[in-house]
């Protein structure tokens, strides 16, 4: 089994379901953890990267995304996204979506700028503890958001499971080996790693330390699959695919997605 653990839909036909479904079909891919997309345009990342073009933080869509693994919940997960920025009790709406199916947060401070030390972000962070469900965020070159406040933010809620993303910042970010060395209740996801801090996060850590993500649309599953089958094979290989996310996520969503055991 392969289980993408980052994938992006869209309501524009760039990042839509239907492109996503195919493509997985096409290459093999069994599940994939969906995050409502959208809120910025990947195709023009760099414009967001350098303040050219603003994000639209109206609405996340949610929505689309529940839609989704409410209608196939034999392929798809979901996780939800937050503001920490809009006071409208986030915890609460957070454990309800919990409650309807969803399987983790994400966090996402290129499109929400906000700090990992918030009092939101530490309500949230609880909450995922107490739910048992892992938190997602990816890091940025920011005061608030780096790679250190990021493991800070894990270090202060111990119980609660933590999935950096893109191997940290940029393509290869020791610093996000060095945190998840730290750090038993981070792990780090691949999509966007460069193959080189792939392999040495497989060196250093182990593979028990990894997960397997694509960053659809801006990046193609099969493409970022074999930097993983490249660098682990056999039992490695199943782990970072597939094992060590199932793992992760919300037994009550593992029974109802699970085909086999593991």
Known sequence: MIVDAHAH?????????????????????????????????????????????AADTDQIP?????????????RYFGFYCV??????????A???????????????????KF????????????????LGVPLYSHVVFSPGATTEKFGELAREFPQTQFILGHMGFGPADVQAIEVAA???????????????????????????????????PMQHPQVELEKIRMAAGGDDFEKITARNLLSLLDRRAISV???KPL
């Open 257 to 259: 997605h699970a085909e």
């Open 83 to 92: 503001n920490p920025h809009v006071m409208n009790d986030n915890a609460a």
């Open 62 to 74: 949610n929505d689309l995304v529940e839609s989704i693994f409410m209608r196939d919940p034999e």
């Open 182 to 216: 730290a750090c038993d209740n981070v792990m780090l996801e691949s999509s966007g790693g460069s193959f080189m801090i792939i392999k040495m996060a497989l060196e250093r850590l182990g593979a028990g330390k990894l997960i397997y993500g694509s960053e659809f």
């Open 115 to 130: 700090a990992l030390s918030s009092p939101a972000v530490f309500e949230l962070a609880e909450a995922c503890g107490e």
């Open 9 to 53: 839909v869209t309501r524009a036909d760039y990042g839509c379901i239907e492109r996503l479904s195919a493509t997985m079909d096409r290459h093999g891919i069994d599940k994939a953890v969906l995050f409502p997309g959208g809120m910025i345009d990947v195709r023009q990342m760099s414009q967001y990267m350098r303040g050219a073009a």
């Open 94 to 112: 957070f454990r309800a979506a919990i409650g309807r199916g969803f399987s983790g947060l994400k966090l996402a401070p290129i499109v929400h």
